[in-house]
């Protein structure tokens, strides 16, 4: 992925608890995140790398010791230590989309707000298995759209419109989370049997839907899936067509047939060869039956 090139739709992210899948906003734009990337790249510039070096070029070139050895040494190592910070800055720019293992209490700018900027799997594990996997699964299945090779074959906008639907689903499960939060309380509490019932039947009803747009979108990926087999026969049967051809056409029975009349020749020789000089009957030959007295 090309450093200003916004991520894909689907990516997998390093995390302090481990990797896990990303679903990024859709509405985040190039120039937007040009601008993290830059943002990420001057922030980790200014380090104490960078400000010891640039503050040994500027001693060392301020008092005109640059042309003595040590003052030559002195901005070799100023030099080693900028482009080691610049390098480094580089890096984690590079790194912006996928590198989040950060220490604890530093959240880079991308996870200051979340849902800003993208959705993870781990975002829903507070609410609930069902939900939690329903979740993943939207995610893997936009992924999985955006990633087909059958995508030239469907309507082009349908991956971006599936990333959307999933993109706006999502952000609206985890505003469940008080309302979940809440019907926990409520059946803790003795005698709020029906607030109870009713909440968690909004909930069951919210996850259900969730289920079925799961549903609809798996069934988009299962067609696609289909094509691609249909895609990986087709261009099997054409290789094998190909591979059919180039044996016909390096078929050795031309040869098999000039060799086919050798033995005969050969057989011709060595038998005149043995008549002539007496050598007796070879081993293939029956005796010659002796005259019946």
């Not at 230590?81 to 700018?109: E, K, N, V």
């Not at 996870?111 to 993943?136: C, I, K, N, Q, V």
Request: glycine share 8%; with cysteine.
């Amino acid at each position: 992925m090309s450093l200003l090139k916004k991520p894909d739709a689907v990516t997998v992210g390093d995390f302090a608890d481990g990797p896990d899948i990303m679903l990024w906003n859709p509405a985040l734009t190039t120039r937007r995140w040009r601008w993290q990337v830059l943002r990420g790249f001057l922030a980790r510039s200014v380090s104490a790398r960078c400000a010891a070096g640039l503050l040994v070029l500027a001693l060392v070139l301020g008092m005109g010791a640059a042309e003595s050895l040590g003052g030559a040494l002195a901005v070799g190592g100023a030099i080693a230590l900028l482009l080691s910070g610049l390098c480094d800055a580089g890096i984690t720019a590079a790194c912006l989309p996928t590198d989040h293992q950060h220490q604890p209490g530093c959240r880079c700018p991308l996870e200051r707000s979340p849902g800003e900027f993208f959705l993870r799997s781990d975002d829903f594990a507070d609410l609930g298995t069902a939900a939690h996997h329903t979740a993943g699964l939207l995610i893997d299945l936009v992924g999985e759209l955006h990633a087909t090779p059958a995508r030239d074959w469907i309507d082009s906008e349908l991956p971006e419109r599936a990333h959307q639907t999933v993109w706006d689903a999502l952000t609206r499960l985890a505003r469940t989370a008080p309302a979940r939060r809440h019907a926990a309380r409520l059946a803790a509490l003795p005698g709020e049997t029906d607030l109870a019932t009713a909440t968690a039947a909004a909930i069951t009803e919210f996850d259900t839907l969730l289920g079925e747009l799961a549903f609809h979108i798996q069934g988009c990926v299962t067609l696609t899936r289909e094509w691609e087999a249909k895609l990986r026969h087709a261009e099997l049967v054409d290789h094998t067509s190909a591979v059919h051809a180039e044996l016909h056409a390096a078929s050795i029975r031309p040869m098999v047939e000039v060799a086919e009349e050798l033995p005969k020749s050969v057989f011709a020789y060595v038998t005149a060869a043995r008549d002539l000089t007496g050598a007796g009957r070879f081993p293939w030959e029956l005796p010659t039956a002796e005259p019946v007295p």
